[in-house]
Structure formats: structure tokens, C-alpha cells
């Protein structure tokens, strides 16, 4: 029997080809972990839980009172319309607190589940028609945030002073209106 040179063996190429190939993974998983962006890791956990806190705060004022609406987006024209509505103002906890002031302004944070480039911030302002409700509010809408508004969302909606919160999920894109907070009983 004639012996072979060992390079022409292909059970030898098998037997380097398995821990190369790991070698070449390893290079290209280290090269990714560098370059990647880490925006889903958090860099200080105690103060995001701290402003955890902070946050359930302002959801127990929302809830108080008696905070909600409705949001809507005309896509022609870029018009973002959002109806505050307050249960507590007609309520016998509306008359103990007496009149609750709307805001003048709102703060809109409309962010991306995993992405937080598309993460938005829309300012808006009093309507000049009230419909007789808490609280109507607008803003015109830039093409560039209009774009980043495809798809599920999550809104948060804050007074200017940053009080209170609700919040909501939704593709402005695909329904009519968003319900924000919880609907009034």
C-alpha cells in the first residue's frame, strides 16, 4: 500500500476545519461586540430604578385625576391631535380638589420598542377650537417624525411641568386613534 502526502488525506482538512472555522466565528462575534451599539444595556441600574420610582409617581397623579384621551394623526396634512379628558372634574373628588387647571403645554415622547434612533419628541400646544372637553391640544408634525411613527409605538404623554404621565401603545400608522390612560368608568 502507497503511502499518501497527509495534505491529500481529507480527513486531516476535516480535522482543521472545525477548530479554524471557531477561531474565524470567535473573530467575527469579537469584532460585532466592539462595533455593536449597547443601547439596550444599561450602564447604571440603581438610577434607572430610582427613576422608576419617580415615574409610578407621576402615573399615580395621572390616576388621580382621573386622566385620559385620545390621539390622532392626520398623515396629509402631519396634524398630531390629542383629546385630554379629566373623570375627576365632574366628580365629588373634583369638587373637594376644585378646578384642575390644563396645562399649557404637552410633551409627547413617542419611542421605539428596540430602536431608540426613531425615538421622537413632539411638543404641543393648546387648540385654538375647544370641543368642551379637559383639554385639546395640537402639533404639526415634521415629514422626518412623521416617518418614525410607522409601526407599534410607545407614547407617553406629560404635562409641561412634568407632573403627571400616561402612557400608551400603539401604530398610529395602522389605527384611527391611540387611547391614552385609562378609560374613564
Avoid: C
Amino acid at each position: 500500500m502507497e503511502s499518501r502526502p497527509w495534505y491529500k488525506e481529507k480527513w486531516v482538512w476535516l480535522l482543521i476545519a472545525i477548530p479554524s472555522s471557531s477561531v474565524v466565528f470567535g473573530i467575527i462575534m469579537l469584532t460585532l461586540a466592539i462595533r455593536s451599539d449597547t443601547a439596550l444595556v444599561s450602564d447604571d441600574y440603581y438610577k434607572e430604578g430610582l427613576a422608576i420610582n419617580q415615574t409610578m409617581a407621576r402615573e399615580r397623579v395621572a390616576e388621580t385625576l382621573g386622566l385620559s384621551g385620545t390621539m390622532t394623526l392626520d398623515d396629509s396634512s402631519g396634524q398630531l391631535s390629542i383629546v385630554l379628558d379629566s373623570s375627576i372634574s365632574s366628580s365629588a373628588e373634583g369638587q373637594r380638589l376644585g378646578h384642575i387647571p390644563t396645562p399649557p403645554a404637552l410633551v409627547l415622547e413617542v419611542a421605539h420598542p428596540t430602536k431608540a434612533d426613531q425615538d421622537a419628541f413632539i411638543q404641543l400646544y393648546p387648540s385654538q377650537v375647544g370641543d368642551g372637553s379637559y383639554g385639546s391640544y395640537e402639533s404639526v408634525v415634521s415629514p422626518e417624525v412623521l416617518q418614525t411613527l410607522g409601526g407599534r409605538r410607545y407614547f407617553s404623554l406629560t404635562d409641561s411641568a412634568n407632573t403627571w404621565r400616561i402612557r400608551a401603545e400603539g401604530d398610529l400608522a395602522q389605527e384611527d386613534s391611540v387611547a391614552l390612560g385609562q378609560a374613564s368608568d
